[in-house]
């Protein structure tokens, strides 16, 4: 039978328009904003075109926003005085600013908490002198240690910073938490065996290697009130390293998951390339598909939604045509995950939650890697 344009944008709307519930929060909508960072914050202090550029998209309808990567108060867990922080009188300052204008726009709103781990690069802001550290002290492809191996203090001060980012995000205002551990940074270093070289506790098999990021999720869940949501963002996929994989089958994904959910983990953000892709063979699920069937966890999916070409082509200069939503549409029919994290399509225009919803899709606009430089 021949669905019409009318008919399509009908579906489209009555489907992404369903409200979702994450612990003690209702969200709106199926919409996410997903974490993009952007560099437009001096001395880690969000300002005024921060706080419009998210409340734009508020307005427009998308549900959640999930921020940017904002560093955790530890002293190597970034790279940018560019990049916004999650501790600081003045920083939070602003986040108290953005959250309220989100609020106030009718969205909801989390932090993306950050440590970037052996990705630094010692003598970079903002604060030059701190070392590189990670489980082992080894970059994304290396033998050789060239950071500081983490000692259990070091894990203890981490911890300890993601749960003080955590409660003061719960204190001035924001609606939830996400702990980024995904694509090759700090958490993610230690879930996979490539980064992950430890004999102790925290390295070894998968399980082992989920506990850094389990003993975070728990430091979380005590310094938050019970009904606070905390997300987690992983991927198999790293920089530099497209094709790693943390699981090769369900039962091994299940291992590392397992103790995350117990730890007190509410949602997971599941993070791929391509959404439509299945991510083990025999199943049409995708990543998000597979952590909510092995967890009972609401999920978010990721990766290139709404638009023809992949994401990290984007960062080499190329764009993107708009693609269909059909695909998404049926997944979301049928439960397969719960929310739908929207990048490049929301950057390229702060009105892609409001075409959508009310079926303008002939109003969307191809992504043009222009936008990145921009903070409209």
């Not at 990705?119 to 701190?130: H, I, L, S, T």
């Not at 959404?275 to 999916?301: C, M, Q, R, V």
């Amino acid at each position: 039978m021949t669905v019409t344009a009318s008919e399509a944008a009908s579906r489209a709307a009555e489907i992404l328009s369903r409200p979702a519930t994450i612990n003690g929060l209702t969200v709106p909508n199926r919409i996410t904003m997903a974490p993009m960072t952007r560099m437009f914050s001096p001395d880690g202090i969000p300002g005024e075109n921060v706080l419009s550029y998210y409340a734009r998209r508020a307005a427009a309808g998308v549900g959640l926003i999930v921020t940017e990567g904002t560093y955790v108060g530890h002293e190597s867990a970034g790279q940018s005085d560019r990049v916004p922080r999650f501790h600081g009188e003045e920083q939070l300052a602003g986040w108290t600013r953005v959250a309220e204008a989100v609020h106030a726009a009718g969205g909801t709103i989390m932090p993306q908490l950050w440590h970037i781990g052996m990705v630094r690069n010692q003598g970079e802001p903002p604060f030059a002198d701190a070392p590189a550290v990670g489980p082992s002290g080894l970059r994304i492809g290396a033998d050789e240690p060239t950071g500081k191996v983490m000692t259990q203090a070091d894990l203890d001060a981490v911890i300890g910073a993601f749960a003080e980012a955590a409660a003061a995000a719960e204190r001035i205002g924001f609606d939830g938490v996400e702990i980024h551990g995904a694509h090759g940074y700090l958490v993610d270093q230690f879930l996979w065996a490539g980064t992950n070289r430890r004999t102790d506790a925290y390295g070894g098999d998968p399980v082992a290697r989920t506990r850094f990021a389990a003993e975070i999720v728990a430091a979380v869940r005590e310094k938050v009130s019970p009904d606070f949501p905390v997300l987690f963002r992983y991927s198999q996929w790293k920089q530099d390293a497209y094709d790693a994989r943390l699981a090769e089958t369900p039962e091994e994904l299940e291992a590392i998951l397992t103790p995350l959910a117990a730890a007190g983990v509410d949602a997971f953000h599941a993070s791929t390339r391509r959404y439509w892709e299945p991510e083990f063979d025999g199943s049409d699920l995708n990543l998000a598909g597979w952590t909510k069937k092995l967890t009972g966890k609401p999920t978010i999916t990721v990766g290139s939604v709404g638009l023809d070409g992949d994401f990290i082509k984007a960062f080499q200069g190329e764009g993107a045509e708009v693609g269909s939503l059909d695909n998404l549409l049926d997944r979301l029919e049928r439960d397969e995950f719960d929310l739908v994290a929207v990048g490049r399509a929301l950057l390229q225009d702060p009105e892609w939650a409001a075409k959508v919803l009310s079926g303008r899709f002939d109003e969307l606009a191809a992504y043009d890697p222009a936008a990145l430089k921009t903070l409209s």
